[in-house]
């Protein structure tokens, strides 16, 4: 008997959290953070507390009450026994947080399974200290007391794509898929009733196509019981531009541009972050990154298929923010941080001042001060080009930003290709694998999947879903 749990990316898109159990074998298939439920109760300001352990998390529904999970610490901190975990392991498709943030709160013997790009993405974000309660992937402390005690740290074991390893008593094979960040992974997961296949979060408009392809390729193959698929946008139909969208949207406004041209894109996007280098060299401009982006380019600049600088490098200028004494001291920064500090091609915005017509930065809202720093001259343009808001937040934030760009006279454009499949693509893609059942996550609307399948199953959230060669 195999079942399918869905305890997260439940008509909504992201946080996706999924049991397989075979028979004694139990699989968790990425342990996100579902961002849309979150903010149902939290914001930036309201958050769930770390003191509380888990109790916020799971009162709010934000992780599932299941036993053998969790970390004993967090066990403790809600009153419970200290236990072994039963989770045989769980499989990590990619270093979005909304896959991947939860692992944190997980029991640190169960080890997790990822591609060798992820694991370098996951800790680059450690380095570069945005880790908290909720982002301790890679390793954590016991809580309450972090001081005193020590690291521990969580079993990865990665993976490259097609190379097949067992987890229990199922064989597991990862297939590279393109998105919006490099290590992303879909999985074949071979059960005592047949294939199981899942998409993560994948699209076919993006710089490799051929990697998508060879997932479908390989799941079709498989004649899948199971197909469990993502469908952020399967309601859009029209076909994507892709990045070559993205670069005609925004070459010529670069072109014409005088003073500063700011880019203001997701940095683990490298696709975007190459259209962006390519755009600069054409005219002129270097590309400045900031300080928390350079971590980024320590640790992926070793994947020579990423073709990223190094952070030292002479073709990128590193711009490190104004904190503490305002007189970008050394000692302003953290240990890890002043590896870049040092480095030539560290500049400071007000070095950049008189250099912002050859400079394309590479900063965004968040940084919205180190760029009024720069005072941008008549002529500057800022290029948006992240994800479209999808909550009131991110619109609220997007309206700030706008008000930001007019009050520093910047042009204002927009260009973006999504990191997701268009409906059509995701229903051409199902037609092909055609799976015996269809289980629709991350989307918000399930609905639109119906006829992709002989069986499209409407799932709920913690009901076992039962997956066998001849559908009940
Ligand atoms: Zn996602
Ligand atoms: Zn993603």
């Not at 080009?385 to 609220?396: C, I, P, T």
Request: glycine residues 6%; aromatic residues 8%.
């Amino acid at each position: 008997m195999v079942n399918l749990t869905f305890y997260g990316g439940v008509n909504e898109i992201g946080g996706n959290k999924i049991l397989l159990e075979d028979k004694d074998t139990k699989i968790l298939i990425d342990f996100g953070m579902s961002y849309g439920h979150k903010a149902i109760f939290f914001d930036d300001f309201l958050r769930p507390r770390t003191s509380g352990g888990l109790s916020d998390f799971l009162r709010c529904g934000l992780v599932p009450d299941l036993n053998g999970v969790y970390r004993e610490d967090l066990l403790l901190s809600i009153g419970r026994e200290r236990a072994d975990p039963n989770i045989d392991g769980v499989l990590l498709s990619h270093a979005h947080l909304d896959h991947a943030a939860y692992i944190s709160f997980l029991h640190e013997k169960i080890p997790v399974y990822c591609g060798e790009t992820c694991k370098m993405i996951l800790e680059a974000l450690q380095e570069a200290g945005s880790r908290d309660f909720e982002t301790e992937i890679l390793s954590f402390k016991a809580r309450p007391d972090t001081r005193k005690n020590p690291e521990i740290q969580r079993k990865f074991e990665t993976f490259r794509t097609g190379k097949s390893f067992m987890i229990g008593n199922c064989e597991i094979t990862p297939v590279h898929v393109d998105h919006s960040i490099p290590g992303d992974y879909a999985f074949l997961i071979r059960t005592s009733e047949g294939t199981v296949a899942y998409t993560s979060d994948l699209r076919t408009h993006g710089s490799r196509p051929d990697m998508t392809e060879d997932f479908i390729q390989v799941a079709t193959k498989s004649e899948p019981v199971a197909l469990i698929s993502e469908g952020t946008r399967i309601n859009e139909m029209k076909p994507d531009a892709g990045e070559v969208g993205v670069r005609d949207g925004c070459a010529s406004a670069v072109e014409n541009a005088e003073g500063l041209v700011v880019a203001d894109f997701n940095f683990k996007d490298v696709d975007r972050f190459h259209t962006f280098e390519s755009i600069a060299k054409e005219n002129d401009r270097k590309l400045a990154v900031s300080l928390k982006d350079a971590f980024f380019l320590k640790y992926l600049s070793s994947d020579p298929q990423l073709g990223l600088p190094k952070p030292d490098s002479s073709d990128i200028i590193v711009v490190p923010p104004r904190v503490k004494t305002g007189q970008y001291l050394e000692s302003d920064y953290t240990v890890a941080e002043r590896q870049f500090i040092s480095n030539a091609n560290c500049m400071r915005a007000d070095e950049l001042l008189k250099r912002q017509d050859e400079i394309v930065a590479c900063l965004g809202y968040f940084e919205m001060n180190t760029i009024a720093d720069m005072k941008p001259s008549h002529g500057s343009l800022y290029v948006y080009s992240s994800s479209e808001a999808f909550n009131e937040e991110m619109v609220l934030d997007h309206k700030r930003l706008r008000r930001w760009t007019d009050f520093l006279h910047m042009r204002y454009c927009e260009s973006h290709a999504s990191g997701h499949a268009s409906g059509m693509d995701i229903m051409q893609m199902i037609k092909r694998i055609k799976p015996e059942t269809v289980f629709p996550i991350h989307t918000e609307s399930p609905g639109s999947f119906e006829g992709t399948a002989k069986t499209v199953v409407r799932v709920e959230t913690g009901i076992q879903y039962p997956v066998s060669r001849k559908p009940t």
